[in-house]
T-cell receptor, first 110, second 114 residues
Framework: GQNIDQPTEMTATEGAIVQINCTYQ??????LFWYQQHAGEAPTFLSY??LDGLEEKGRFSSFLSRSKGYSYLLLKELQMKDSASYLC???????????WGLGTSLGVNP | ETGVTQTPRHLVMGMTNKKSLKCEQH?????MYWYKQSAKKPLELMFV???????ENNSVPSRFSPECPNSSHLFLHLHTLQPEDSALYLC?????????????FGSGTRLTVV
């Protein structure tokens, strides 16, 4: 079957580093997306990992291990505006399907 | 205008009304999507259009009727909805074969059925 597992909620302090983990089971896996969604707004694209390893993009980095069905999003130098939901979404390219979970709600405290 | 634009932002309709949601993308993408987002539930894919042809219909009730007149525009026609259809409806677009650029979402239409 298809399944995504992320923590429901996390909290961290401004300026800190936080790692949001995601494990998944899916068929036809091509890659994995991370999206950020502020309350009441559209999801916005953060990263897309195809190969194993870490990809860094400014304060955000994303890691993928295809063999373990595991990914994480690393947020450095947290800012208050980073308070949002973070959605891990495996992608099956043959049918254009993203598999969505409930995401992780991150709260950043001053 | 840039990105993906959805109108209206908010919509309240009665169960006997007919209304339409509109989506327009200015990114030159060739695939467009309708998603439903309800509280405490994952994003649900409703319809996929690729090159203006519907390629996916995820067992959506017939009271939702999509229309894609060209690669830049997507509509969702609504009629005789139920209160449980109240949700955030998101439109997205992408370029087939280039997932590394991601899916671009519109700001959504917050629909309330009374």
């Amino acid at each position: 079957g298809q399944n995504i597992d992320q923590p429901t909620e996390m909290t961290a302090t401004e300026g800190a580093i936080v790692q949001i983990n995601c494990t998944y089971q899916t068929s036809g896996f091509n890659g994995l997306f991370w999206y950020q969604q502020h309350a009441g707004e559209a999801p916005t694209f953060l990263s897309y990992n195809v190969l194993d390893g870490l990809e860094e993009k400014g304060r955000f980095s994303s890691f993928l291990s295809r063999s373990k069905g595991y990914s994480y999003l690393l947020l450095k130098e947290l800012q208050m505006k980073d308070s949002a939901s973070y959605l891990c979404a495996p992608y099956a390219g043959n049918n254009r399907k993203l598999i969505w979970g409930l995401g992780t709600s991150l709260g950043v405290n001053p | 205008e840039t990105g993906v634009t959805q109108t209206p932002r908010h919509l309240v309709m009665g169960m006997t009304n007919k209304k339409s949601l509109k989506c327009e993308q200015h990114l030159g993408h060739n695939a467009m999507y309708w998603y439903k987002q309800s509280a405490k539930k994952p994003l649900e894919l409703m319809f996929v259009y690729s090159l203006e042809e519907r390629v996916e219909n995820n067992s959506v009730p017939s009271r939702f009727s999509p229309e894609c007149p060209n690669s830049s525009h997507l509509f969702l026609h609504l009629h005789t909805l139920q209160p449980e259809d109240s949700a955030l409806y998101l439109c997205a677009s992408s370029q087939d074969g280039q997932p590394n650029y991601g899916y671009t979402f519109g700001s959504g239409t917050r629909l309330t059925v009374v």
